[in-house]
């Protein structure tokens, strides 16, 4: 890079070499989205601003239909703004998705039945013309990194559901984008799983210095997970807080139960019921 800065600021915890990035990861100014339907018009999102950080892990949480989706998607390039800019990465998202700058995690994992594990891993590398023994290496990395190595041969419906969701984010991860966007991703499995799918990907985040942008339900995943908290409120969804995490970046699951953790929970209920969250 010929116009890096003399002094980098310093990378996220393990960092990989390489990853210079000291634009911000995304940033929305006034951005809004209008839906046109059959019924008329449906204002999914209104005046958001917010910007990014390289190797953040933000969480977005409000009510069902506030907008979290479409915040997403709007990363991705798979719905223009209707008012206001997006910059993901310095670039447009159309240039950021052609650049493939980011993976996307969905809530169902959405893996081919008729692949093996190794080879939904490794669905985007065909696609973008990897040869195979970059492929495999790169299976290997990923999967090791989910802790799935020992499944590579296996097909999908031989896997649990967090197992099966462990693949897709190693799908996602596979070309090594610097943003994964997930959307509820653990949304429908068992909170014993959830917990412990939690504490993987916290792990995964550490080791990676990805920033992740991370959908939930949960008041409690999104204080254990991110760095910083978005607190949205129903249609049209707006930001009604945004909350940076006090919380060490050493997150065992009994942190839990730490005064520091259930002080920010409180504070995103809080924050959820002034925007009527609740209602
Ligand atoms: P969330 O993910 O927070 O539950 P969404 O972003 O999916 O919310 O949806 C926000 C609002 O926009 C909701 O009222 C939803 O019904 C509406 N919406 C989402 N997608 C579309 C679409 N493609 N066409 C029309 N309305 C939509
Ligand atoms: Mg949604």
């Known amino acids: 890079m010929t116009d890096a800065p003399d002094v980098a600021p310093p990378a996220p915890a393990g960092a990989e070499a390489g990853s210079t990035a000291t634009r911000p990861a995304v940033e929305a100014r006034g951005l809004g989205l209008t839906y046109r339907t059959a019924s008329g018009p449906v204002e999914a999102l209104k005046g958001v ?14 009510p069902s239909g506030c907008g979290k989706t479409t915040f997403l998607r709007l990363v991705a ?26 993976g996307y995690v969905f809530q169902a994992p959405a893996l081919q039945p008729w692949r093996t594990v190794e080879r939904n891993v490794t669905l985007p590398l065909e696609i973008m ?4 023994e970059e492929r495999a290496a790169r299976a290997r990395r990923w999967l090791a990194l989910v802790e799935l190595e ?10 649990s559901g967090g197992m099966q969701q462990r693949v ?17 991703p653990f949304g429908a499995l068992d909170e014993i799983t959830r917990d412990r799918l939690n504490l993987e990907l916290h792990g995964l985040w550490r080791r990676t210095g990805k920033t992740i942008l991370f959908v939930t339900h949960s008041i409690a995943e999104a204080v254990h997970l991110a760095t910083r908290i978005v607190v949205m409120s129903p249609r049209p969804g707006r930001i ?9 970046a050493d997150r065992p699951l009994d942190i839990r139960d730490s005064p520091e953790f259930l002080e ?15 209602d």
Do not use: C, K, N
């Open 49 to 62: 601003d917010l910007v990014i950080e390289a190797g953040a892990f933000v969480a977005f949480i409000g």
């Open 77 to 102: 390039d798979l719905e223009e703004p209707t008012t206001g800019t997006l910059r993901v990465e310095g670039l447009s998202p159309r240039e950021a998705r052609l650049a493939r700058r980011y």
């Open 129 to 132: 013309g990897f040869p195979p």
């Open 150 to 159: 020992a499944f590579a041969r296996h097909y999908p419906w031989q896997l």
């Open 168 to 184: 897709s984010i190693a799908r996602a991860l596979s070309f090594d984008p610097p943003i994964l966007l997930m959307d509820e």
């Open 240 to 248: 009604l807080e945004v909350i940076d995490s006090p919380l060490p």
């Open 264 to 278: 920010v929970a409180h504070r995103v209920r809080e924050g959820l019921r002034a925007g009527h969250s609740y």
